[in-house]
């Protein structure tokens, strides 16, 4: 069963942006695409350079799916399950997450 572990207020990510959390031993990026309550949360760690990153790239769309580009070397990760485009042997983990009363969750 999972535990949820509330990260921060919804209103501390911008829109379009995303932010880094510590989660036990585990750095995770966490994402607000639009201005609603959705968020998605990916591993922060680019797995081509081996940087804490992911959560400084762009959110774009691409064949209708959302994805973060890593700002060092702009491979994109997927939002909602962290593959790789250009490389699934490089995909990153990615993590339940939710809004609830106006805070980010993520499951344990």
């Known amino acids: 069963m999972s535990q949820w572990i509330t990260v921060c207020p919804l209103a501390d990510i911008l829109p379009g942006t995303g ?3 510590l ?3 585990r750095q995770v990026a966490i994402f607000r ?4 309550e ?3 949360a990916i591993s922060n760690i680019d797995p081509f350079a081996q940087a804490s990153v992911l959560s400084r ?4 769309e691409h064949q209708g799916e959302l994805w973060v580009a890593s700002p060092l070397k702009k491979q994109h990760f997927r939002l909602y399950d962290g593959h790789c485009l250009e490389d699934s042997g490089h995909s990153v983990a ?3 997450c939710r809004t609830v009363d106006g ?5 344990d």
Do not use: K, Y
């Open 19 to 21: 932010v880094c959390a």
């Open 23 to 25: 989660i036990g031993e």
């Open 33 to 36: 695409p639009h201005a609603d």
């Open 38 to 40: 959705q968020v998605f």
């Open 57 to 60: 790239g762009l959110i774009a």
């Open 94 to 96: 990615s993590f339940t």
């Open 103 to 107: 805070l980010v969750q993520i499951a």
